[in-house]
């Protein structure tokens, strides 16, 4: 006996019980049925497939330990590697009594565990404290990243606020502040997965991203002459500019608040460091290697990188190539090999970013991530102390919702829900949020069924390595049809890069010119 109840109550959470006796469902099901709707399956397998396909919707699983073809440990690795161990719990429903065993299974995420022969009353007990348990632990979660989310969104804004009126005084859009914070994220991330020695976390990660917006803050002490002269500086003036650096991290630094804080502690390190080189060569201090800290070491980089590529009162914009070929061929300055590896290995995605012009804004779904590491890792014992914990963490991660007149997007797949930018939505007819796109009448009177599968097609095709696809088709876009460009960025799941865990993406009109973006870095 396999599957669900035919009587199923939707009301009702659902309950999966695994296990290849069908004597042991059969008693279970009789202890939980009046309250739960059940699931049976009746091997491992059976069981992986049933969570593939409704794993949103199971509020517990109970899965023996001893079956044959693939027991209850292997189907606890699945559940891990999916993640749906993340939301889903699990009992362990055995006779074995080995330690070990046991110990492993708790290892791979368990979170209680029954002995057979089963106690209708233990059972039942034990099943309702599992589910509050979990169900509780998501509220506090969901509680506590709503609060993060919105102060991180006002902080956020009163940085870029600051660090942009460096940037007009430059006379400057203010754009390079918003890519220094893309590419140092985009560097980091890599570095973090290829070096594991290194300690960066989301979090960490987070809040160098977000401290680099300060990176320049000391220019405001700059004579707007020299800022802005068009040839180049005499030595004098140079020296001048040269202090920006060891101005701003006094700035910092002089803070009568926020001394402890993590986010200022980075903000000063990567203010008075990010023009030091690898060699010695920099300044304001002449530090070499490790010397420099990481955090200003990456966001070294990705300032020059984007000073290149950006257009400047004394040159025109280098394309990515022949920057990324300056960079490597120490036309620049020398830096860590490490970070020049993680340049090189992500030059595809960088090379997406110069057409960018929204900052990587924490979405929800980030702050919920970090949250929950949080609350996974630390010793926390009230929401008031984790909020306290997670406030001095939260910084950067990703795409922000546009704030610009664009058509922008992100498309998530667990759920199966497409978000559009809501100027993009406005001008296409489409609500801002729209579940299983796929099956959409109203995004296919848009873009026809034809195109979203090629779109899907291209996407698919993307990899790790090569995350970029492109794309031209017919959209309608105020009731009219007009040829675009779709560039859609692949996102990869943490642990496994075989899996997309969305989709990011910007819609352009095929037509248009490619714009050069005038942008200030030293």
């Avoid at 022969?117 to 034990?126: G, L, M, Q, T």
């Avoid at 004394?314 to 070929?325: N, P, T, V």
């Avoid at 991660?397 to 797949?413: A, K, M, P, T, V």
Wanted: glycine content about 4%; charged content about 25%; hydrophobic content about 40%.
């Amino acid at each position: 006996m396999s599957g669900e109840n035919f009587a199923a109550d939707p009301r009702k959470q659902k309950i999966l019980i695994v296990d290849d006796s069908e004597m042991n469902r059969c008693m279970l099901a009789d202890i939980l049925e009046d309250d739960y709707d059940i699931i049976q399956a009746e091997s491992g397998i059976q069981a992986v497939a049933i969570l593939k396909e409704r794993h949103l919707e199971i509020a517990l699983v109970m899965l023996d330990m001893v079956m044959p073809e693939m027991d209850g440990l292997a189907v606890l690795e699945v559940m891990n590697k999916q993640r749906w161990i993340d939301n889903i719990p699990v009992i362990m429903i055995s006779a074995e009594s080995s330690a070990g065993y046991i110990e492993q299974a708790y290892d791979l995420g368990v979170t209680d565990y029954i002995k057979r022969p089963f106690d209708a009353i233990s059972v039942h007990r034990r099943v309702i404290n599992t589910i509050m348990l979990y169900a509780n632990q998501k509220k506090l979660v969901g509680l506590v990243a709503d609060q993060i989310y919105e102060k991180e969104k006002s902080t956020n804004l009163m940085i870029n606020i600051l660090s942009h009126v460096v940037e007009f005084r430059n006379g400057e859009s203010g754009l390079h502040v918003i890519h220094v914070q893309n590419i140092t994220r985009i560097i980091l991330e890599k570095y973090a997965e290829k070096y594991k020695d290194s300690g960066l976390t989301e979090a960490s990660i987070s809040t160098i991203s977000l401290a680099s917006s300060l990176h320049d803050i000391g220019k405001i002490s700059i004579p707007e002459s020299i800022l802005n002269k068009p040839g180049k500086l005499t030595d004098e003036e140079f020296a001048i500019m040269k202090t920006h650096s060891s101005v701003g991290a006094s700035m910092l630094e002089s803070l009568s608040f926020g001394s402890n804080d993590p986010l200022i502690k980075v903000a000063y390190e990567v203010s008075r460091w990010h023009h030091e080189r690898h060699d010695g060569r920099g300044y304001p201090d002449r530090l070499e290697g490790d010397q420099i800290p990481l955090s200003a070491q990456a966001v070294s980089v990705a300032d020059v990188y984007d000073a290149l590529t950006s257009e400047r009162v004394y040159k025109k914009a280098f394309s990515h190539e022949k920057a990324m070929e300056m960079i490597l061929g120490g036309e620049c300055g020398t830096f860590n090999p490490r970070i020049l590896e993680c340049l090189k290995e992500t030059s595809d995605v960088l090379k997406a970013t110069l057409n960018l012009t929204t900052t990587d804004h924490l979405s929800p779904r980030g702050v919920k991530n970090i949250t929950e590491e949080i609350l996974k890792n630390s010793n926390l014992y009230s929401a008031g102390q984790t909020l306290n914990n997670l406030e001095s963490e939260i910084a950067k991660h990703r795409f922000l919702e546009s704030i610009s007149r664009e058509i922008q997007f992100e498309y998530n797949s667990d759920p199966s829900i497409l978000n559009i930018s809501a100027w993009g939505a406005k001008k296409l007819g489409l609500p801002e949020s729209i579940s299983e796109p796929k099956n959409s009448g109203e995004l296919k009177a848009v873009i026809s069924e034809k195109c979203l599968n090629e779109l899907t097609e291209a996407v698919y095709k993307t990899t790790f390595e090569q995350p970029v696809a492109e794309y031209e088709c017919d959209i309608k876009i105020c009731g009219e049809q007009k040829r675009c460009k779709i560039v859609c960025l692949s996102m990869w799941a943490d642990d496994d890069h075989s899996r997309r865990d969305s989709v990011v993406g910007k819609v352009f009109d095929a037509e248009d010119a490619v714009q050069n973006v005038k942008v200030s870095a030293v």
